[in-house]
């Protein structure tokens, strides 16, 4: 027989306890009467004062400061009891009635305790940078948006999630790792020798408007401004080209004029812009070209008007004029201006078209990270460079021997030989590779001191960044920090960081893996028994989720349509797989319930109204029934543990030993798989927990091994009726949901646990308890919002303070 030390997971004797139930208090409540008769009936025979197994004694309950002193244990005492691990097999059984008394006995003596308890923050492990966060800070501290944590090995997971501090740990693969991308990263974000300006020559018979018979003498591209008789080009002519925009740029042409006029004739340089740029010419200003094609030009620019002087092939002018940055060049053209009136149209000769640029080659990654005040030279620059990195880097104000010490660093570089670029461009390497960067260090003062106290501003921005953007603080957190203002504007900038793009992290990083759905990229349903089951499924059915997870928590709508929202998003496959066919929800064969559905095609996703129950919310969606079924069938085990842990935070214990499967056994039993399930309720083990999952799975038994609708399984017809534990009874899936949404605060408070996870980086203690009954409280009240549920964590005390050991 196991011990009780194996089931409460302790190594410390507790035998010094002095607790008597023949003694209580007259302050004692009844909860805490309660529980100590059932210590004193069912466990101090082996748990008593003399010689208690495992070290473990209760020699007598005194008081409820006993249980508070050693909370954990009784959390675990609590467990055991509900799990029928104690009292153990050879032992008198409580009741089932006496046995749920004492669970909940307990659980109030607890809540007592929680109410009187002096606030406690709790203690995170100093977190590295998981493999997200590492790519998106070197994105938003850098500017280079690739993967350079791509072959870094896997992070751990705990608690379900994998940006826990306790497993995070930094292994010396990853540590070699760590300098490669660093040395990745400054070697594309920083060109100590930058290459020379390119050339982008094109010959007009090249350029637009392209044509099987371009009008073409001696090697030049002849425009008119006639539009009658040959030549037929009226121009102007044009080339395309696609560079970056924040470049500065030189634009040239050669050409000469044909003219039997007497006046001075003109010619332009215009080059393509964005729409709105600066500069952008008129409808009037372009009217004054020739040309049918000068209109089709526009949004441009007109560099510049030219006169034109040449009149031969040996006086042709070589024209150049600079293009201004940033206004999203895409093509370059030469056209003729109009003559005054009374004045023939000339004829142009272009020879060609050149666009040179950017002529600082530097990527602008390089141009940002080493700018510095033109005045400055030597160390001054230096200084000016790395205190402006370093900050951003660390988090936080760089201290003055940071700074000196990483310019000690770069001088040395520079008295060796290299170039001041190449020197910080080491130098910044150092920072990547340094703790401070790869660790989300909170530095304190008084490490040992007990009192809890506010977070350092700095950190306090970091824990809020890394929760909903997974990356560094922005300009606008960091300014707030360093002016001390941030904890007294937590709600609007929680409001703020919500709607920014990057806040769709908390769909990938938070929600997919609170809900186990990053496991369908690995689920792999028998080819034979689900041939509808693809890659390209597999994929729909994962945005699906995705596109529904942002809409709920990202735009204001109520936390509980995850249980029950009327709507989703699919595309043509997957609303095929629905048997769904417009955007009404319309089913195939079914005449619509509304008019004006748009009909489902392609690959984009679309809003969906459902115009029945058999769809809506996340236990009707194919990526969850299909990350919940076995390769070849349903699992209705699976699927009722899912639902328990992941949305009403109950997590049944783990089987009993030397249970076979049930497939070991299908050639022996007949019926449906609800019938030959029920051998799990047979055995007394299995009984308990699989009364509260086996109701919640056969709830779902509708839907397939990928998640299509059913009314049979095989040859047996499908019951998905069933009742909880509580003496709740529905009569399918539809039933289920309305009564998971009613009696909501299991999953509000298993969200909010959840999501407390998420951003503290370490599990919930006992003594986060009344925090998380505050939290659940305050966005049940307010809707069931998903900015209430984050506001109310972000200013609780577990985030937002600290204490020592």
């Not at 619509?592 to 996703?605: D, N, T, W």
């Not at 109204?609 to 299909?626: C, I, P």
């Not at 299991?746 to 909010?752: D, H, S, V």
Request: glycine content about 6%.
């Amino acid at each position: 027989m196991l011990s009780l030390r194996s089931f409460f997971g302790l190594s410390i004797a507790f035998a010094s306890w002095s607790l008597s139930a023949a003694t209580s208090s007259a302050a004692d409540s009844a909860e805490l009467v309660f529980v100590k008769q059932f210590v004193t009936k069912h466990c101090n025979e082996c748990h008593g004062a003399d010689k208690p197994k495992g070290e473990i004694s209760f020699a007598a309950v005194k008081d409820r400061a006993a249980i508070e002193r050693e909370r954990k244990l009784w959390v675990n005492v609590r467990t055991a009891v509900e799990r029928s691990n104690m009292p153990p097999e050879d032992k008198p059984q409580p009741e089932k009635q006496e046995r749920q008394k004492f669970l909940d006995s307990l659980d109030a003596v607890f809540k007592q305790i929680d109410r009187e308890a002096k606030p406690d923050p709790g203690r995170v492990t100093m977190r590295r940078l998981n493999k997200t966060e590492y790519n998106n800070t070197v994105r938003d501290l850098v500017g280079i948006d690739f993967d350079p944590a791509e072959d870094f090995p896997s992070d751990d997971v705990g608690h379900g999630f994998d940006n826990i501090g306790d497993v995070l740990t930094l292994s010396p693969v990853l540590l070699e790792r760590y300098v490669g991308a660093a040395e990745s990263i400054m070697a594309r974000a920083i060109m100590p020798n930058p290459p020379k300006p390119p050339n982008r020559g094109v010959g007009t018979q090249y350029t637009e408007p392209a044509g099987a018979n371009v009008p073409m003498k001696n090697g030049y591209r002849v425009v008119s401004g006639k539009a009658d008789g040959p030549p037929i080009e009226t121009g102007p002519i044009f080339t395309r080209y696609k560079v970056p925009s924040d470049g500065q740029y030189i634009a040239r042409t050669g050409l000469f004029i044909e003219t039997t006029g007497t006046k001075p004739v003109y010619a332009a340089i215009l080059a393509g812009c964005d729409k709105g740029a600066k500069g952008a010419a008129t409808d009037e200003e372009m009217a004054k070209l020739s040309g049918a094609a000068a209109k089709s030009l526009q949004p441009c620019i007109i560099l510049k008007t030219f006169e034109i002087t040449g009149r031969e092939v040996k006086a042709a002018q070589h024209l150049q004029e600079d293009v201004p940055a940033d206004i999203g060049l895409d093509k370059l053209a030469v056209a003729l201006v109009k003559p005054e009136e009374g004045e023939p149209e000339a004829t142009m000769h272009v020879k060609y078209i050149s666009l040179e640029g950017p002529l600082d080659t530097r990527p602008a990654t390089h141009r940002r990270l080493l700018a510095h005040a033109p005045d400055k030279t030597g160390a001054d620059r230096t200084r000016e460079v790395l205190t402006r990195f370093i900050t951003r880097a660390y988090r936080r104000t760089a201290t003055d021997e940071e700074i000196n010490r990483l310019m000690a660093f770069a001088a040395a570089q520079e008295a060796g030989g290299a170039s001041w670029e190449a020197a910080m461009q080491t130098t910044l390497q150092a920072v990547l590779v340094s703790p401070k960067f790869l660790f989300r260090v909170e530095l304190d003062s008084n490490p040992n001191a007990q009192e809890a106290r506010p977070l350092n501003e700095f950190h306090l921005a970091s824990r809020l960044s890394y929760f909903l953007w997974c990356t560094m603080p922005d300009d606008e957190l960091l300014e707030l920090a360093k002016a001390g203002q941030l904890s007294s504007k937590l709600d609007e900038q929680v409001v703020r960081m919500l709607k920014d793009p990057r806040a769709e992290t908390l769909v990938d990083n938070f929600a997919m893996q609170w809900l186990q759905l990053k496991r369908l990229q690995l689920s792999a349903p028998d080819k034979q028994l689900f041939p509808a089951f693809n890659d390209r499924l597999r994929e729909a059915m994962t945005q699906e989720t995705r596109l529904f997870l942002k809409e709920v928590l990202l735009k204001d709508h109520s936390l509980l349509d995850l249980i029950d929202g009327k709507y989703s998003f699919l595309n043509e496959t997957l609303a095929r797989h629905y048997r769904i066919v417009d955007t009404n929800g319309t089913r195939q064969g079914q005449k619509p319930v509304r008019e004006g559905g748009q009909p489902i095609r392609g690959r984009e996703f679309v809003r969906v109204d459902f115009a029945d129950e058999e769809r809506g919310g996340l236990l009707t969606q194919a990526s969850m029934l299909t990350v919940t079924s076995n390769p070849t069938r349903t699992s209705p085990v699976k699927r009722g543990k899912w639902v328990l842990e992941q949305l009403l935070g109950a997590p049944p214990p783990a089987p009993p030993p030397n249970v076979p499967e049930l497939e070991a056994q299908k050639e022996k039993l007949t019926g449906s798989l609800r019938q030959r399930m029920e051998q799990h309720r047979k055995n007394p083990a299995c009984a308990n927990c699989h009364e509260k999952m086996d109701a919640l799975g056969f709830a779902l038994e509708n839907f397939d091994g990928i998640g299509n609708f059913r009314t049979k399984d095989g040859e047996f017809d499908i019951d998905p009726a069933g009742t909880l534990p509580s003496g709740q009874s529905f009569k399918g899936p539809a039933e289920l949901k309305v009564i998971l949404k009613q009696d909501h605060e299991p999953f509000t408070r298993c969200l909010t646990e959840k999501l407390m996870i998420y951003a503290l980086g370490r599990g919930i203690e006992f003594y986060d308890r009344p925090v998380v009954e505050r939290v659940v409280k305050a966005v049940s009240e307010r809707d069931h919002k998903f900015v209430t549920l984050v506001t109310e964590i972000v200013k609780s005390e577990p985030f937002r303070m600290r204490r020592g050991e």
